[in-house]
């Protein structure tokens, strides 16, 4: 069955530091992926997707997600984290239709 | 370009009751997707809809239900409210199947 695994349910960096979110799916066929971003009692904002091409995503607010077939991955990367960043992250994969979405890692960021 | 908007903003239920949730879509967007982010349950497929038919639900009960409206606008019903329905329901639209889906503000539904 399709899935996506967020392994970190909840990551605490200091602001300026590198930021890594981890997402691994399953999934049968080439896969089309996306990272959300939730704010405290907000909807969904597109942070990034993949369909196909580079593997190597970048997005809005400075971030970037690359693409590994080989570890069925989709990480989601900044350099350099602001204290706005704090939010709730969703990896999804497409399936048919609908999106299929990861439990979310929270982001606290420290000043 | 104005996103998709979602109304009311809060709603507040008893059990037994029926809620009514509305969406409209980014213009030019088709497709409507409803989804619901319950507490501990995560973000789940709800509801899709397409040139006012309805293409697909997920695993909720026959209580849950919609319709799409000639301009694209959505509804999303929810009869014989239980507490279990407590959450953010988020309406997603897209051009078609093969694009990204953007996302609303939602509706948090309180069943009291």
């Known amino acids: 069955a399709q899935s996506v695994t967020q392994p970190d349910i909840h990551i605490t960096v200091s602001e300026g530091a590198s930021l890594e979110l981890r997402c691994n799916y399953s999934?049968?066929?080439?896969?089309?992926l996306f990272w959300y971003v939730q704010s405290p009692g907000q909807g969904l904002q597109l942070l990034l997707k993949?369909?196909?091409?580079?593997?190597l995503v970048q997005g809005i607010k400075g971030f970037e997600a690359e693409f590994k077939r080989s570890q069925s991955s989709f990480n989601l990367r900044k350099p350099s984290v602001h204290w706005s960043d704090a939010a709730e992250y969703f990896c999804?994969?497409?399936?048919?239709?609908?999106?299929?979405f990861g439990t979310g890692t929270r982001l606290q960021v420290f000043p | 370009e104005a996103g998709v908007t979602q109304s009311p903003t809060h709603l507040i239920k008893t059990r037994g009751q029926q809620a009514t949730l509305r969406c409209s879509p980014i213009?030019?967007?088709?497709?409507v997707y409803w989804y619901q982010q319950a507490l501990g349950l995560g973000l789940q497929f709800l509801l899709w809809?397409?040139?006012?038919?309805?293409?697909n639900r997920g695993n909720f009960p026959p209580r849950f239900s919609g319709r799409q409206f000639p301009n694209y606008s959505s509804e999303l019903n929810v009869n014989a409210l239980e507490l279990e329905d407590s959450a953010l329901y988020l309406c997603?639209?897209?051009?078609?199947?093969?694009?990204?889906?953007?996302f609303g503000p939602g509706t948090r539904l309180t069943v009291t």
């Open positions: 999804a994969v497409r399936h048919t239709d609908k999106l299929i």
């Open positions: 997603a639209s897209s051009l078609d199947t093969s694009y990204e889906q953007y």
């Open positions: 999934y049968g066929a080439t896969p089309y």
């Open positions: 213009s030019g967007h088709t497709s």
């Open positions: 809809y397409d040139e006012g038919e309805e293409r």
């Open positions: 993949y369909f196909s091409g580079d593997t």
